[in-house]
């Protein structure tokens, strides 16, 4: 199969097929005038779909995004298909996630470094140009191997938010979507690419999704498992219109982050994993305050090489497009020179710094406490009120009967909840 370009005069041909996009196939090509070999990324223009990807990636410039070579459109059968012509990276984090776990080995903690700290660069490159990925996972960052380098693909999802239009809530692959998404919230943020970068990070760690729900429903539930039932207050920043109450959905109390992963993983990546996966969206890390993290202290030394024993890519190179309008305290901490010391952890987020002084019966700073990782006593049981005999089975019965009842409230607001016709 060759695809011309009669505007260039460039010819490409499909060498294999490497795999399906959100909204395309992607093929392995190879340009016939240079021998050059790219990705093709063929797709079909569906007029009742508003397809923006060739827009955005026009604008892209960054390392650890993927770069647009050339573009052009052809007519199958009277039906349209735009190609883009892209860079050619042979792996993806999820393959090369896959291969350790079917050979039962951990990844080397330098790779999830070395890609974490790419994927949160490239994240905040594209928020600072005010585009949104929409559907972050591991089959969308590209991995070479052989020099250590990430770039983020797929931009058919993505979008330029603007603040006050709404945007469909039904977006994002479901074990990365934010709970701002699954809640139904049209208004949200740039912010929901960084919960799936939190969760891509503790995939990394355990093997499989940290949030693995079959479905809309049962995918929020896994997550308040995991991280607690919500409170009010960050019920309401995660759906600003919504009228129902959290008190409606099942209880669960928070665990303790470090009980889900292998022994073997850092308690400073536990760390940084909670400061990404925060209901509150204005309270998940920034990218960049990410990047100053003391889980990545061991990237600025400068005699460190990739397990293949090749150096590693650039990674502190940045622009000033990419430091525009953050903070001094933390450019000065991004360069190799001013590492943070690793057995401190750092809590940029001014909102945590604040949290972290209030009382600890505050209810966020519980959970927030119950993320680190350090030793606990444990928890104390609490005394029951002494209860007569013949009135304990209409307690339990009363007491099922709630649980029943919540659990219902619970999945028909899932039901009530519809798509809307934004994009």
């Not at 039904?170 to 740039?190: D, F, M, V």
């Not at 987020?349 to 006593?377: L, V």
């Not at 609490?382 to 009135?391: E, F, G, K, L, W």
Request: with cysteine; hydrophobic share 35%.
């Amino acid at each position: 199969m060759t695809f011309p370009n009669r505007s260039t005069q460039k010819v490409y041909r499909a060498l294999s097929a490497a795999g399906k996009g959100t909204f395309g196939t992607v093929y392995k090509a190879m340009i016939i005038n240079t021998q050059e070999i790219v990705a093709i990324k063929k797709v079909l223009q569906d007029p009742k779909y508003k397809n923006r990807e060739l827009s955005i990636t026009k604008i892209l410039d960054h390392i650890n995004v993927v770069r647009l070579k050339d573009s052009f459109y052809t007519t199958e059968s009277e039906k349209v298909y735009l190609h883009l012509v892209l860079d050619y990276i042979p792996e993806t984090v999820s393959h090369f996630s896959k291969t350790f776990k079917k050979n039962q080995k951990a990844i080397p903690l330098l790779w999830i470094k070395v890609f974490m700290f790419q994927l949160l660069r490239a994240i905040n490159y594209l928020h600072q140009i005010g585009v949104c990925h929409r559907d972050i996972k591991p089959q969308n960052l590209l991995i070479d191997p052989s020099t250590g380098i990430l770039k983020i693909c797929d931009f058919g999802s993505a979008k330029i938010l603007i603040q006050g239009e709404p945007n469909i809530a039904y977006i994002c692959s479901r074990h990365y979507r934010a709970p701002e998404l699954i809640l139904g919230e049209s208004n949200y943020t740039t912010d929901i690419d960084l919960w799936s970068c939190g969760c891509i990070f503790a995939e990394l760690f355990i093997g499989k999704p940290i949030f693995p729900g079959e479905n809309r429903s049962t995918q929020f539930l896994e997550i308040i498992r995991v991280l607690g039932t919500p409170t009010d207050l960050e019920f309401k920043q995660m759906n600003s219109s919504s009228t129902t109450s959290i008190t409606q959905f099942p209880h669960f109390e928070p665990k303790n982050l470090s009980s889900i992963f292998p022994d073997s993983t850092p308690p400073e990546a536990i760390d940084l994993i909670s400061n990404l996966l925060k209901y509150s969206p204005s309270d998940r890390i920034r990218p960049l305050e990410a990047c100053t993290h003391p889980f990545f202290s061991e990237l600025r030394n400068k005699n460190l090489v990739l397990p293949s024993g090749m150096p590693l890519p650039p990674l502190f190179d940045f622009s000033e497009q990419e430091l525009s309008g953050i903070p001094q305290n933390v450019v000065d901490l991004l360069v190799p020179q001013k590492s943070i010391p690793s057995n401190n952890f750092f809590f940029l987020s001014r909102k945590n710094e604040e949290q972290s002084k209030n009382s600890t019966n505050n209810e966020k700073d519980i959970r927030a406490n119950s993320f680190q990782s350090s030793e606990r006593s444990p928890p104390q049981q609490q005394t029951n009120p002494v209860i007569q005999t013949n009135n304990i089975s209409i307690r339990i019965s009363n007491q099922e009967k709630s649980k029943k009842k919540k659990k219902r409230r619970f999945f028909s607001f899932f039901r009530r909840k519809k798509s809307s016709n934004v994009n």
